[in-house]
């Protein structure tokens, strides 16, 4: 059995002993202190499996130190709240990024996405267990974030970004259609829509969910969650893509997350903002505009059912 001991407050700190019983499992090994960045803590009280995860945690980032061979030092202090990361050493010297994902629906073929884009324009996958998330990682450095730069120049940056990572994998390939992470954000909306304050934006919303997809020009391999917070500087090239989501769908859907990281923006001037950026990727403004507005209408309560969005949706509807 385990013995889980927690610090108050945030970053906390796990401390597991392991302890022999003759009843149960046997566990070997010293007292292991695990620091947990906050949002990733607070992510992991959502539900029994990911709670889970985060008990084996310990248990798992000593098992891959001693495969990979590499020491691993504290977690980045990230806003990442899907994954416990920090800076790692292997045997030779070269400096890591040790990444372990907890379960997670969007993020399911990252390790894949990595392997498919090898470096152009993402960080390299340097070693991978796909049964636990977890990556070794090429060290972007300085890794300054892409967020440093005013957002018109994050515009720039991130869509030439995209432009090179739409590529279409030959078959046979692991990637899920985008319609797949729609339906499971369909799912939630329908538990949770009675939060929203207009429900007629929401239905409009998922009808475009299920109708867009239909009439894609083209399919690519999408990034899915590219916005500035994932971009680092590097020295290997003078940005890097960190974190993909590969799902195989409309170029234009990959405008949105970005996007809606410069809300103030977007929310002051949104056709110009919108026009804007899809003219950088080369994609059609009224699919990027129709995108947007699907995103912000299906996500109408927590976090986005105050701070103008609602008058956003509205403004932008269709």
């Known amino acids: 059995m385990d013995s889980l001991t927690r610090t108050t407050g945030w970053p906390c700190t796990i401390a597991i002993r392991w302890v022999e019983s003759e009843e149960e499992t046997v566990w070997r090994g010293e007292l292991l202190a695990l620091t947990i960045p ?4 607070a992510n992991c009280q959502d539900a029994p499996e990911t709670a889970a995860w985060l008990r084996r945690l310990p248990d798992t980032i000593r098992s891959l130190e001693r495969r990979w061979s590499v020491s691993v030092e504290a977690p980045y202090e990230q806003e990442a709240s899907a994954s416990w990361v920090a800076p790692a050493t292997l045997e030779t010297g ?20 990595l392997r498919f884009w090898d470096g152009d324009p993402t960080v390299r996958l340097l070693e991978a267990d796909v049964g636990l998330n977890a990556m070794l990682l090429e060290h972007c450095k300085p890794g300054t974030s892409l967020r440093t730069l005013s957002e018109s120049e994050q515009d720039v940056v991130i869509a030439k970004l995209l432009r090179r990572l739409w590529r279409t994998p030959a078959s046979p390939h692991p990637f899920r259609p985008l319609t797949a992470m729609l339906e499971h954000w369909s799912e939630e909306v329908l538990v949770e829509a009675e939060q929203g304050s207009d429900p007629g934006l929401v239905r409009a919303g998922l009808s475009l969910f299920e109708e867009l997809p239909r009439d894609a020009g083209s399919e690519v391999l999408l990034a899915t969650d590219l916005h500035a917070g994932n971009v680092l500087r590097a020295e290997r090239e003078a940005w890097l893509v960190i974190d993909p989501k590969p799902f195989l769908g409309d170029p234009a859907y990959d405008a949105t997350q970005h996007l809606l990281n410069c809300a103030a923006r977007l929310h002051a001037s949104p056709d110009d903002t919108i026009s804007r950026f899809a003219d950088l990727l080369g994609v059609d403004h009224d699919r990027v505009r129709l995108w947007t507005f699907a995103r912000v209408a299906t996500t109408l309560w927590g976090d986005r059912k105050d701070g103008g969005w609602p008058a956003f949706a509205r403004a932008i509807a269709p």
């Open 38 to 41: 906050d949002p990733l803590a």
């Open 94 to 113: 070269t400096s890591a990024v040790l990444k372990v994902g907890m379960p997670h629906m969007e993020a399911e073929h990252e390790i894949q996405g």
